[in-house]
């Protein structure tokens, strides 16, 4: 089993804030604010941001491998007495990132070959990446044919909990999940990677869309 515990509100003042850049434009920027908002209220904020990095180079040149990725939380606690205390965490998860760029370490041999399909050299360059799917495919999917791989993922949670200390008894401690739409977490995810990067009617693909 891990227990662990999140940073939490505090009523002293806490604030702090970190930015990294790195190679291919890579860049982390992340940052939290904690303090009193009003009397018996007190409340944390915290993000975090990910983006750039496309350091893959893909067909006709394009950029590959960026990180478009955004977290966010929010935390509310309210002492309404000495006995009972209400919180309210709010997170959410926004994410438009490339997906996986595949490398030619050997030359490519597809299920085709053995018809006389085409066997695809290795790649010279660490940094070349290739995708592709078959038209057929592209059109029940939803793609274009020549569609960048991607990972999309969003995502968002509320959870309100109260807390009560009766005098000569045991801490209670009930939770309650909700939502604007009436449940405790959202989650739609919806990525193209393809296994193989060949237009071939027969190279393997993956599609993956998932809303709960």
């Not at 995708?131 to 993922?153: C, D, E, I, N, Y």
Request: a positive charge; one cysteine or more.
């Amino acid at each position: 089993m891990i227990d662990y515990r999140t940073y939490q509100p505090e009523a002293v003042p806490a604030y702090g804030a970190r930015f990294q850049y790195g190679r291919f434009g890579s860049m982390v920027a992340e940052g939290h604010a904690s303090g009193q908002v009003a009397p018996r209220w007190v409340s944390r904020i915290s993000f975090e941001s990910r983006q750039g990095g496309a350091w893959q180079v893909g067909p006709s040149g394009a950029d590959f491998g960026k990180s478009d990725q955004s977290v966010a939380r929010l935390i509310n606690r309210i002492q309404l007495h000495d006995a009972l205390t209400l919180s309210l965490d709010v997170h959410g998860l926004y994410d438009r990132s490339d997906g996986m760029g595949l490398h030619r370490f050997t030359p490519l041999t597809t299920m085709e070959t053995n018809k006389r399909g085409p066997v695809l050299p290795a790649d010279q360059d660490r940094r070349q990446t290739w995708w592709g799917t078959s038209p057929s495919f592209a059109r029940m999917a939803g793609l274009q044919p020549g569609q960048k791989p991607f990972h999309h993922v969003s995502s968002g949670a509320a959870f309100f909990r109260w807390r009560r200390n009766s005098p000569g008894r045991a801490l209670k401690l009930r939770q309650v999940s909700m939502r604007a739409t009436g449940g405790n977490m959202i989650i739609s995810a919806r990525r193209w990677n393809p296994w193989r990067m060949s237009p071939s009617t027969r190279a393997p693909t993956h599609w993956c869309r998932v809303c709960v």
